[in-house]
């Protein structure tokens, strides 16, 4: 039996409207909505800031907004900032990260996403590391392709992370990597040789997420689930919010034999003080 972590992305950058309306959007909604997700097991949000409905921000006072409200709410949660790329300009996604958040992700390169390019070039990936590192943030790294690793290899190798890293893979993402689990095997292989200290977590898109889970809590990593990745808990029914989909996760931890890890152990297993 060990302790998972549950992490839950909340919101993300797709409009809600054609979408579903539990995803919350004002600052307001993001921090009820994150209480209860605490409440049902999540040690982790992974926080993007809206606009309004329709348009992600950048906006650092809302970033620090939602984590304050967080931090008085869900006492020791872990607040991590997104510093993703979609609708957002270069130059700010690093903006909040003054805030000292516990973590932010770090795309370490680019892929197709369904849309767009997701674009991460070296030198954008390279100063968002290094202002993690002056202000304390804990990089979580995305890895939406094989070569994403190395790319955080060759961070860690010139000293912009720590090599003791958490991962995360995502899988499931149209025009990116397919969810399959031979696949999240060849990533986590690859993951622990090129870093033997890494925690990991995976993260699967749209109906995938259940069985992503599935797999990363079989093969001794960490999970992620939420609306920003999801919006249903099955082909006919939308999901009534991010706790509902916690309290999934949470259940198929259990149901492996293993217990969701409280924020203190999480704390503990990703290295942040507790
Ligand atoms: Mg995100």
Known sequence: MRPIIISVAITGSVPRKA???AVPITPSEQIESTHEAFGAGAALVHIHVRHDDETPS??????????????????GMIIQFSTGGRGRAPAERGSALKFSPDMASLSTGSVNFPTIVYENQVPLVTELASTMMRFGVKPEIE??????????RRLADAGLIDARAHLQYVLGIQNAM???????????EEGLRLFPEATWAAAGIGRHQRPVSEWAI??????????????????????SSNAELVSIAAGQIRAAGHRVATPAEARTLLRLPV
Not at 218 to 239: C, P, Q, Y
């Open 58 to 75: 950048s906006d650092p006072e809302r970033f620090a907004q939602v984590q304050e409200g967080v931090r008085r709410h869900c006492p």
């Open 218 to 239: 079989e093969l001794g990593g960490h999970v992620r689930t939420g609306l920003e990745d999801n919006i249903r808990v099955s082909s006919d029914r939308l999901a």
């Open 19 to 21: 979408n579903n309306p």
């Open 178 to 188: 397919p969810a399959e689990r031979h696949l999240l095997e060849i990533l986590v």
């Open 143 to 152: 890895i939406f392709d094989l070569s994403h690793l190395h790319g955080a």
